[in-house]
């Protein structure tokens, strides 16, 4: 059996690979006819149609812009931004295998005020997470980072400060 | 050589004698025994009987001869001889006995006679000399005697003690042979021949050392005296002394040196103590105004480096101290009342100007610290810009008591220096729109021109931005004026007379006036009510496609009054009662929310709070304050009674009409309550207003950059726009940031594809 999450984002990468242009063009009853009907070819094809999506999930290139359409593709199509609870998900499924700082960061997201995520934040958390090292010792103040991020390091060097203490008890 | 004669040939009394060509050893040696013997002569001060042109011939012969070579070494050996034997030996033997004068003595005779040798050898000196390279005649006789006099051992260490011991003495308060001092310094320099270094080494050196240890202890005793004050008026004496000892009778060149470790030993090693010193130093100076004493202290410490640093960092923190005192809001500062708070600040600037003045002599550092504090002190304080603008608004206003018009000149001339100092000009330009809106509607200025007047000076500070729209407020006033006139004439010819109201309307333009959140609401009494209706279809009829808004919270109203008379009450004794019998008119001026209240009372004569909420329509804040001010002020102010006749108002008190009103004045004024300055909600509200302009301003800022530079790195944007907005606020660089972020995502802005650092320009 194949884990649900590889399922998602591999109707993801679907998604982007054969519509990268048009958006929303999909719904999701065809989605799922479109998988199933994958589905009910034989199981090898499956297989090999999953080891190359898999490839394309590796490529740091590709993978860029495969998170980058998720943004659009997920967001509500008449606001500009991706509401709170929908980016939480999106990101689960697209940095939470790879970003160590991942778990961190969602529980940020969960005690913050944001209720949305631009796409300009978006962006930038796929940088941020390729960029900076989990101990943040080489965030820079002035890297022009969005405020959020800057928040979410004041907030974790806080908490790490307090396990320090703690462990120093 | 050739024979030359220089001789006219018609004198013929001249032989001249043919010249020897050589030499014969005799000739020479007497000749040189003749010149030996007339220079002991001389050093015996005995050279009356010698002849100059003779001595000078032999001697010229000797060196044509070339026999210079041993006139010389002659030479040297006598002067050797002379010294050592006759000069230094005297000198010795008054070692403990008037040894000044005698080496005194000794170096004038030597200078005279080495003089006098130096003539009659000068052919020696020009021609021997110079070919030779040796020293000449009377250097010579510098160096022996340096040598062998001065040098020598127990005269060396003598003169110096003695010289030392000497200037101590003086110190101490004691007179001393200044004239011999001065002969053995002066001997000593010229002794050096070209360079000070005999005089440095014999003496200016341990002079400075043991002037340092000198000082050093008189340092601890002035200090002693626990004094500033004195401690400076020690130093000045001491400097003074030292410079006017070493100018007459050391050699001038020591002033410099000497007055330096002065300035070290004294000044610089407690600079510190001096200037914090409990009870005297600075702070002390400063409490109590001792402009003198700290004038003194600033010129003493102005000679050493870092002396005025650490002067004006005492100041500096002083200043610091009580300006904060000022603005912290506390139980003993009065921070509550503006006037008195920006008073205060005004007459703290005012002392230290006085002080930067007659003290400090306008020095820039001192001007700049000063400055410095201010900006830092006022700023601590967040009402600062609203009390400033309280602060100008009570001196515009009529009745201001006790100024001249030059006086009030002056004071809004200092206030405009703190406003210099505030670090949120936006605030205050908000507050003063309002202040001036209120002076113009209520008729409150003293006068136009020193309306305008104020506001130039804000003009030359901040820019034709900040006066447009006060001067859109002034037009306002104006065109209303004319079009009142317009409207006279306009009911004239309809023959009505608006039922007997006096109608005056001011049309304000909505976007030059301070802005409400809306309009409050309020019902206006009949009779009013269509009299402005009248206006207004007149109004609009002359300019279609406006809306009129009408501004209850503005306005104000004088309503004829008939009390009628005084019941008399249970158990009253007084029989004077003029005033009571009859009714008594009087004109009542009000606010448009009195007015309101009190037309009710002709229908009714006694109405609860609650009614009179429901038939005015006024909000509640207003209207409890507009029912204290007619119901709980003064006797001569009390239009209505209240039951019951407590402080506070419930809904369910009643108000009726006080007939026992009285005043001395037919025209009254109910003057509103009105409290100086915003509540805390309201400041709260001024401030989130305040907040999104500057959310405007920010990102206008922003704009106006990016699209002339098209790119731009995210520090040097934050720089700049910091820079443009510094005049009217301090951005945090997290605002400046989040407003970029706004701009991205309404994509006025984009991130470069290599660079996420740098912006670009989106068209």
Same mark, same amino acid.
């Given at each position: 059996m194949v884990p649900f999450f590889f399922i998602q984002i591999v109707m993801l990468v679907l998604a982007w690979k054969l519509d990268a242009k048009q958006m929303g063009f999909f719904t999701l009853p065809e989605w799922l006819k479109g998988f199933s009907e994958i589905l009910c070819d034989s199981v090898e094809k499956v297989q090999g149609k999953l080891e190359y999506l898999r490839s394309i999930l590796n490529d740091p290139v590709q993978f860029k812009s495969i998170y980058r359409y998720a943004f659009d593709f997920a967001r509500d199509k008449d606001q500009r931004s991706m509401d709170i609870d929908t980016a939480k998900a999106m990101l689960t499924l697209l940095l939470g295998r790879q970003w160590v700082l991942y778990s961190c960061f969602h529980q940020f997201l969960e005690q913050s005020k944001y209720r949305v995520i631009n796409k300009d934040q978006w962006c930038n958390i796929l940088e941020f997470s390729r960029t900076i090292l989990p101990d943040l010792s080489n965030y820079d103040v002035d890297g022009a980072w969005p405020v959020i991020l800057d928040e979410f390091v004041d907030w974790l060097k806080t908490r790490q400060q307090l396990h320090i203490e703690v462990a120093q008890m | 050589m050739s024979l030359k004669s220089g001789i006219g040939k018609k004198d013929t009394k001249m032989r001249i004698r043919a010249f020897p060509v050589t030499m014969d050893e005799r000739y020479v040696n007497s000749i040189w025994e003749l010149l030996k013997n007339a220079i002991q002569e001389i050093q015996k001060k005995?050279? +009356?009987?010698? %002849?100059f042109e003779e001595l000078y011939r032999n001697a010229y012969t000797m060196v044509l001869h070339k026999h210079g070579e041993m006139l010389y070494k002659g030479l040297r050996h006598v002067v050797t001889d002379h010294l050592v034997i006759k000069v230094r030996t005297s000198v010795i033997m008054s070692l403990n006995n008037n040894f000044l004068q005698t080496l005194n003595q000794a170096w004038n005779d030597h200078q005279t006679s080495m003089v006098m040798i130096r003539d009659i050898l000068m052919y020696m000196d020009r021609v021997y000399v110079q070919q030779n390279n040796v020293d000449n005649v009377y250097n010579l006789g510098l160096m022996i005697f340096r040598d062998q006099v001065l040098h020598h051992g127990q005269i060396k260490d003598h003169l110096q003690q003695t010289l030392l011991d000497m200037v101590m003495c003086e110190r101490k308060g004691e007179v001393v042979d200044r004239g011999a001092v001065k002969n053995a310094c002066q001997m000593l320099m010229v002794l050096g021949i070209d360079s000070r270094t005999v005089y440095e080494e014999d003496f200016e050196r341990p002079f400075l050392h043991q002037s340092a240890e000198f000082f050093r202890l008189e340092s601890q005793k002035f200090l002693g005296e626990n004094s500033a004050s004195v401690y400076i008026k020690k130093v000045e004496a001491r400097i003074n002394e030292e410079a006017e000892r070493a100018a007459h009778y050391l050699d001038k060149s020591t002033v410099n040196p000497i007055i330096g470790v002065v300035e070290k030993e004294l000044i610089c090693k407690h600079m510190k103590t001096i200037v914090e010193?409990?009870? %005297? +130093?600075v702070i002390h100076m400063l409490k109590n105004h001792k402009t003198e004493d700290l004038a003194c202290m600033y010129k003493l410490l102005k000679r050493v480096d870092g002396g005025l640093e650490a002067m004006s960092q005492c100041v500096s923190s002083y200043l610091r101290e009580q300006g904060k005192a000022l603005v912290t809001e506390s139980e003993d500062v009065d921070t509550k009342n503006p006037i008195n708070y920006v008073q205060n600040l005004l007459d703290l600037k005012d002392r230290f100007d006085h002080f930067l003045h007659e %003290?400090? +002599?306008?020095d820039m550092k001192f001007k700049q610290v000063i400055s410095s504090d201010f900006e830092y002190f006022l700023n601590l304080n967040l009402k600062s810009p609203e009390y400033l603008s309280l602060f100008i608004d009570d001196k515009l206003?009529? /009745?201001?008591? /006790?100024?001249?018009e030059q006086e009030v000149e002056l004071v809004l001339d200092k206030t405009m220096v703190l406003f210099r100092f505030l670090q949120e000009k936006d605030v205050f330009e908000r507050y003063y729109k309002q202040h001036l809106a209120k002076r113009l509607l209520l008729n409150k200025s003293v006068s136009d021109d020193s309306e305008k007047n104020m506001i130039s000076k804000l003009k030359t500070e901040c820019g034709c931005q900040f006066t447009s729209k006060l001067e859109g407020m002034f037009k306002d006033m104006t065109v209303s004026n004319t079009t009142m006139e317009e409207f006279k004439n306009h009911i004239q010819a309809m023959g009505s007379n608006l039922s007997g109201v006096d109608l005056y309307v001011r049309v304000l333009t909505t976007g030059f006036w301070p802005t409400q959140a809306s309009s409050p609401k309020c019902t206006i009494p009949t009779t009013p009510r269509q009299a402005f209706e009248i206006f207004k279809r007149f109004y609009l009829a002359k300019h279609s496609g406006r809306q009129l808004t009408l501004q209850p919270q503005l306005g104000s109203a004088d309503l004829n009054a008939t009390f009628f008379g005084s019941k008399k009450e249970d158990g009253a004794t007084s029989t004077l009662n003029k005033t009571s019998s009859g009714p008594r008119k009087h004109i009542i001026q009000v606010s448009t929310y009195q007015m309101c209240i009190l037309m009710l009372f002709n229908q009714r004569d006694k109405l609860s709070y609650e009614e009179i909420q429901t038939e005015t329509d006024i909000g509640e804040k207003d209207l409890i304050r507009m029912l204290q001010s007619l119901a709980l002020g003064k006797l001569t102010q009390r239009i209505l009674v209240k039951?019951?006749?407590?402080k506070e108002i419930e809904p369910t008190h009643i108000f009726s009409v006080n007939d026992q009103f009285t005043s001395k004045l037919h025209r009254v004024k109910i003057q509103a309550v009105v409290a100086k300055g915003e509540s805390d909600p309201e400041r709260k509200e001024t401030r989130c207003k305040v907040d999104e302009d500057r959310k405007h301003e920010i990102e206008a800022a922003i704009v106006r950059i990016m699209k002339a530079r098209k790119r731009m790195q995210h520090n040097v944007l934050v720089t700049e726009v910091t820079q443009q907005l510094k005049s009217r606020f301090l951005p945090s660089p997290v605002i400046i940031k989040k407003r970029i972020e706004g701009l991205i995502e309404r994509e006025y802005l984009a991130r470069t594809p290599e660079d996420r650092k740098v912006y670009t320009y989106v068209a």
């Open positions: - | 005995n050279n +009356g009987g010698l %002849s010193m409990e009870n %005297s +130093g %003290s400090f +002599g306008d206003k009529k /009745g201001v008591k /006790g100024l001249t039951e019951p006749k407590c």
